[in-house]
């Protein structure tokens, strides 16, 4: 019964932490666009999202690390035939990267209020796919187990890395056409507005 607790627990942590990263690197895409306003925007915006980052951090995303890390602790003190599973081997070893790119972040968070990070939004946009991409393998592997079809995993996470890339092109590219259109449309706003030569 008590595996059944610390499995419940540890699934609700999993949501809790992955819902934190994947928020947490969208506000630092939208703490470095701010960079882009005229001021005052940009120190109210950059001062926002910093609040925002360090509470998301501290108060939602590592708290739900660390009860995902404990339950799954628990998990396998009540279960410790487990750790002789071969695919638990491969997903802990995937959380492991996971725990890397928690900390990572961290450090970003504390760039970004020293105004020292060199990321660009557009490498923070392929950053923050990344947990993606492990949360896809690490719910394959618990799910499947041993049984995991290598090849179409494989097939999924080609597909998902191709499409990632493909939709953050194009976002760049409609961003860039956008700010092009709103360019122009000021321009001739302002010719517009300038008294006509006699």
């Known amino acids: 019964m008590a595996y059944f607790w610390f499995k419940a627990f540890h699934i609700i942590g999993v949501v809790v932490w992955f819902a934190g990263l994947f928020y947490l690197v969208r506000l630092f895409i939208y703490h470095v666009e701010a960079e882009e306003k005229p001021e ?4 109210i915006l950059q001062e926002q999202y910093a609040l925002m980052e360090k509470r998301l951090y501290n108060i939602i995303t590592t708290p739900g690390m ?6 799954a602790i628990g998990m396998l003190y009540t279960q410790p035939d487990l750790l002789h599973d071969r695919w638990l ?3 802990l070893g995937f959380v492991a ?3 890397v790119y928690h900390h990572y972040c961290g450090r970003l968070l504390k760039q970004l209020g020293k105004g020292e990070c060199k990321w660009n939004s557009r490498q923070l946009r392929a ?3 990344a947990p993606t991409l492990l949360l896809v393998v690490i719910v394959m592997l618990a799910v499947f187990k041993n049984s995991l079809p290598t090849d179409a995993t494989a097939w999924v996470v080609v ?6 890339a493909a939709t953050i092109q194009l976002y760049a590219k409609i961003r860039r056409k956008n700010e092009e259109k709103l360019a122009a449309a000021a321009t001739q706003t ?3 507005s ?3 030569n006699s």
Do not use: W, Y
């Not at 660390?66 to 339950?71: E, K, L, P």
């Not at 597909?159 to 990632?164: D, F, K």
């Open 127 to 129: 950053l923050n796919e």
């Open 40 to 43: 005052p925007a940009r120190s």
């Open 194 to 196: 300038l008294p006509a």
């Open 66 to 71: 660390a009860v995902t890390v404990a339950m």
């Open 97 to 99: 990267i996971l725990l």
């Open 190 to 192: 302002t010719d517009n």
């Open 159 to 164: 597909g998902l890395v191709v499409t990632m």
């Open 89 to 91: 081997h491969f997903k």
